[in-house]
């Protein structure tokens, strides 16, 4: 559940960077990946019929096409009208029970197949980087290498969009700071 923004390259906003790591894990390891949109997530199918019934009725001279822009984004009505085999220049008032069911499936299961992902230079967060077990969590000094201070996206941590990767880099940055900080003023480990 959460926003999400039709790309010229596909799909991308909030939901998906949260899916991301999960979908390009699948991907490098050749698993097909599908998704399953629904634009309409507040509605269950008898409010979301109760919706269309209403709309068809007010909007009853109108074309389909018309009818569908106050549903979905405009960019996705020709897909919908081919998707569904509602006619784009009919009127709604003449739209059958069994056509408003194949759109109201359609609002909510809007299939898509997943065959990429963005590349390095696009990411807003990337994977890998120094396990949380080689690091002391009181200090974000290195296990393995004294004297090593790790923060941010030195890092294997991945966290959900929203803030919070730049909350854990400032955080654990601040932190490993301080305690490079206490180490260089100990008097046996000058700077």
């Not at 008898?46 to 269309?52: G, H, I, S």
């Not at 068809?56 to 001279?61: A, E, P, Y």
């Not at 967060?125 to 200090?139: A, F, H, N, W, Y």
Request: with cysteine; glycine share 8%.
């Amino acid at each position: 559940f959460g926003e999400l923004l039709f790309m010229k390259y596909g799909l991308s906003g909030p939901v998906i960077l949260t899916l991301s790591n999960e979908i390009v894990d699948a991907l490098r390891a050749d698993k097909q990946v599908n998704l399953v949109l629904d634009l309409k997530p507040a509605l269950d199918d008898q409010k979301l019929d109760a919706r269309l019934q209403r709309d068809f009725l007010q909007r009853h001279k109108e074309p389909m096409q018309s009818v569908l822009r106050g549903l979905m984004p405009e960019k996705l009505v020709q897909v919908c009208l081919a998707e569904t085999g509602l006619v784009a220049d009919r009127l709604a008032g003449e739209v059958r029970a069994d056509e408003r069911k194949r759109l109201r499936f359609w609002l909510k299961n809007i299939p898509f197949q997943v065959t990429g992902y963005r590349g390095f230079k696009e990411a807003i967060i990337t994977c890998g980087g120094v396990s949380l077990k080689e690091v002391d969590p009181r200090t974000m000094a290195s296990k393995c290498c004294p004297g090593l201070y790790l923060a941010g996206e030195l890092l294997d941590l991945q966290a959900d969009t929203g803030g919070y990767n730049l909350q854990a880099a400032f955080s654990t940055g601040w932190l490993a700071g301080r305690s490079a900080a206490e180490y260089c003023l100990e008097d046996r480990h000058p700077a």
